[in-house]
């Protein structure tokens, strides 16, 4: 073997470097295969709180912090509970999983993990070198999670708005929700002409999460969104309670191409590898999802970039943040059409995009008058945007 070489280098050991490299070490196919992980930070905070459905039993539930089959969506006008079944809906904290996959695969055998801060990733012809604030090493296969968002800033071609959010762990004084049901979004709260909601997982009676979360451009004030979950509380009587922790993120939702910078030896993942759904900002099980199909092309030995996202989900997801772009102020609109007029299993099947083409027309037809020529406009001027250079 030579110095500094390693048959697979993840940099960044968050969620999809993470969850990469516990599909590598539990498949006996890579057992004699050296990993390196390289991860600038100490992995042991409750930084993010990963939220997902999935069908009854999953890999995660020895993690889990809570699970739910209930559900509320709220608006002006609508306010209905639905069953999630056949989902389930379920609470990971970060600290519990980077500290259970880090502590147990990182002393595997053929293992070595790396604190330092990649400083660069140059791909040459037949590997790739990162250079770390600790060194150089090579790969022919390298994984990269470090999001670099300045092309996608910089262009105008694919439209880039951001699920950004604070989030307060609150334990109350008196019982206050209910432990049985999320809520998953309540639109019913001042619009200020952007698309906002509130978001609460409630852990038990009187313990809950509660975000206030926006999908737009542009990020507030951090007391914008505090003033907005104080204000959330108190219209539903809540004034006493204590903060037992805080969290805060903006995730981007845009269809932009992220795989036109991987190459034969190097492909980006999670975030960075445009993992996240456009249209949610959920990330957590796409990953996951894209790690399964990702093992058996490095068992094929197949170039890193002919690992394509690429389908009819995508273009739906393009369309939607167009609409969304610039109809901003009527976000909670679209989204009640669609609660409004389709089992909320089938919603969620399409954004696992796991929807036939008929459920999908039944979406589509779920919107209003107005909304379908919303689309329609955003699908004509898409058609003549397909071949415009990126900026
Ligand atoms: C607060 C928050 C809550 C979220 N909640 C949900 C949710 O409920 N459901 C969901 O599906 N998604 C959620 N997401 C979105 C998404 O799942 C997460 O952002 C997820 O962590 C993305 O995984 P990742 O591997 O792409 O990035 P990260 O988890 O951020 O991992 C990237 C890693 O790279 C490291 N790194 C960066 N630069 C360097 C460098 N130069 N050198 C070395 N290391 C570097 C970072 O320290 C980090 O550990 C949330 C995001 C946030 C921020």
């Given at each position: 073997m ?79 509970e ?20 880090f ?52 262009q ?14 609150i ?65 539903k ?26 190459t ?71 989204f ?19 929807t ?36």
């Open positions: 030579k110095q500094n070489y390693f048959d697979f280098i993840i940099c960044g050991g968050g969620a999809s470097g993470l969850l990469l490299l516990k599909a590598l070490r539990e498949d006996s196919f890579f057992n004699n295969r050296s990993i390196l992980l390289i991860e600038k930070e100490n992995k042991n905070k409750n930084d993010r709180t990963w939220s997902y459905w999935e069908s009854l039993d999953g890999p995660f539930d020895s993690m889990v912090t809570k699970k739910w089959s209930e559900a509320q969506f709220c608006s002006q006008n609508l306010n209905f639905f069953d999630l079944n056949p989902f389930q809906y379920k609470m990971l904290r970060s600290a519990v999983v980077y500290q259970k996959i502590n147990k695969y990182i002393t595997a055998k053929n293992t070595t993990f790396l604190k330092a801060e990649v400083k660069d990733i140059v791909s040459k012809k037949n590997l790739t070198e990162i250079i770390t604030s600790d060194g150089k090493f090579q790969s022919e296969k390298v994984f990269s999670s470090i999001f670099e968002p300045k092309s996608m800033m910089n105008k071609k694919y439209p880039v708005l951001q699920q950004h959010f604070v989030g307060w762990f334990k109350t004084k008196n019982a206050s929700f209910d432990p049985r049901k999320i809520l998953f979004m309540d639109f019913d709260i001042p619009q200020f002409q952007e698309t906002r909601f509130l978001y609460v997982l409630p852990i038990d009676e009187s313990n809950a999460l509660v975000e206030y979360t926006l999908f737009s451009e542009n990020l507030l004030h951090f007391d914008d969104y505090e003033t907005g979950i104080v204000d959330y509380l108190n219209s009587g809540i004034t006493e309670f204590e903060i037992t922790e805080k969290e805060k993120g903006n995730i981007p939702m845009t269809c932009f191409p992220f795989e036109q910078f991987n034969q030896n190097l492909l980006h993942i999670g975030t960075a590898g445009g993992w996240t759904k456009a249209t949610t900002g959920f990330t957590f099980m796409n990953t996951r999802r894209n790690i399964r199909r990702l093992i058996p092309y490095l068992k094929a030995g197949d170039n890193l970039n002919d690992f394509k996202i690429s389908n009819r989900f995508r273009f739906y997801d393009l369309l939607f943040l167009d609409v969304l772009k610039k109809y901003n102020s009527h976000g909670s609109g679209l009640s059409s669609m609660f409004k007029n389709n089992p909320p299993v089938r919603i969620f099947r399409f954004l696992d995009e796991k036939n083409y008929l459920e999908e027309l039944k979406i589509l037809t779920s919107f209003s008058f107005i909304q379908i020529t919303w689309f329609l406009k955003a699908l004509i001027n898409r058609i003549f945007k397909i071949f415009a250079p990126l900026n």
